[in-house]
């Protein structure tokens, strides 16, 4: 029997923002915003919810993930649909307990191969394995070689994230290792990164805004020298400092893509506005 193979992702991904060609099944997150719910992307988009948090910055603001029922009911669809197989990629299992509920979920629903990817990661480094996923699908790989090549591809990711505060992400308990920054909370620029294992951890303080991001861009175009690479910036509220980097990047390397991505609003939810996210994938 022919595999016919069919794709979830988690709207963590910003897939939404972008062009897939390619029925791409979504798994939506719920945005719950000054006593309001909100499905992520359907409900509230980037910028309306960047708007409402910059001129309402004690606003309550958490997320819910995708219940596995409605996971489930996604397979099924799938299935219903003649698909003979499934892969479901998703946020990092260190960021959010969408890939177990992904997981869960299979065992709800039978007549249908469900893998679930754990991308070890968010944003566009997320969304670089759908993208690269849809290619293999339309040059005929099975669903071995697919899931086999997405986790090589999920291997060769790095991402570094500067926000302007840490008080989002240790409000809603996104942060590992965190103790020792505490102290100094709001008076740093922290510069984080994704580690191998999709955890975010600190990686240095820095004083002030320009001097983090001056790092930051030292740290990556140290680290991209003479490699192959696919880059990318995730912004919230910033997209013209967003695309000041992607100009410095380019300038020394024009041979690179660099894609502007936004942030979606239930990541942005625990980033916090002013948070930007530069990653790279050597290819």
């Known amino acids: ?40 992307y359907v409900d509230i988009q980037a910028k ?21 029922g409605k996971i489930a009911s996604v397979y099924e669809e799938l299935k219903s649909e003649g698909y003979t197989d499934a892969i479901v990629v998703v946020i990092s299992s260190k960021l959010s307990g969408t890939f177990q509920g992904a997981v869960l979920a299979k065992d709800m629903v039978e007549g249908i191969n469900v893998y679930v990817v754990d991308s070890r990661s968010v944003s566009y480094g997320e969304a670089y394995l759908v993208i690269e996923a849809i290619k293999m699908i339309k040059a005929g790989k099975k669903k ?10 999920r291997d060769n990711i790095t991402i570094y994230v500067l926000v302007d505060t840490l008080k989002f992400l240790v409000k809603n308990g996104r942060l590992s290792s965190a103790s020792g920054f505490l102290g100094t909370l709001l008076k740093i620029k922290p510069l984080l990164h994704i580690q191998k294992d999709g955890a975010l951890v600190p990686l ?27 880059m990318f910036i995730s912004y919230t509220n910033n997209e013209d400092e967003a695309a000041a980097m992607r100009k410095d990047l380019l300038s020394i390397r024009p041979d690179i893509t660099v894609e502007l991505v936004p ?17 790279y994938i050597v290819i």
């Open 144 to 153: 071995v070689e697919i899931i086999d090549k997405l986790e090589k591809i």
């Open 48 to 68: 309306e919810f960047y708007d409402i948090i910059e001129s309402n910055s004690d606003i309550d603001v958490s997320t819910s993930q995708t219940s596995t």
């Open 204 to 230: 240095e303080k820095i004083r002030t805004k320009s001097k983090a991001q001056a790092r930051l861009m030292e740290i990556i175009k140290r680290e991209i020298e003479g490699k192959s690479v696919v």
């Open 1 to 40: 029997m022919s595999e016919k193979i069919g794709l979830v992702v988690c709207g963590n991904s910003g897939v939404d923002y972008m062009k897939l060609d390619y029925p791409v099944k979504m798994l939506r997150s719920t945005l719950n915003l000054g006593g309001k719910e909100y499905e992520d």
């Open 263 to 279: 942030l979606t609003p239930v990541v942005g939810a625990h980033a916090g506005p002013g948070t930007l996210g530069i990653g």
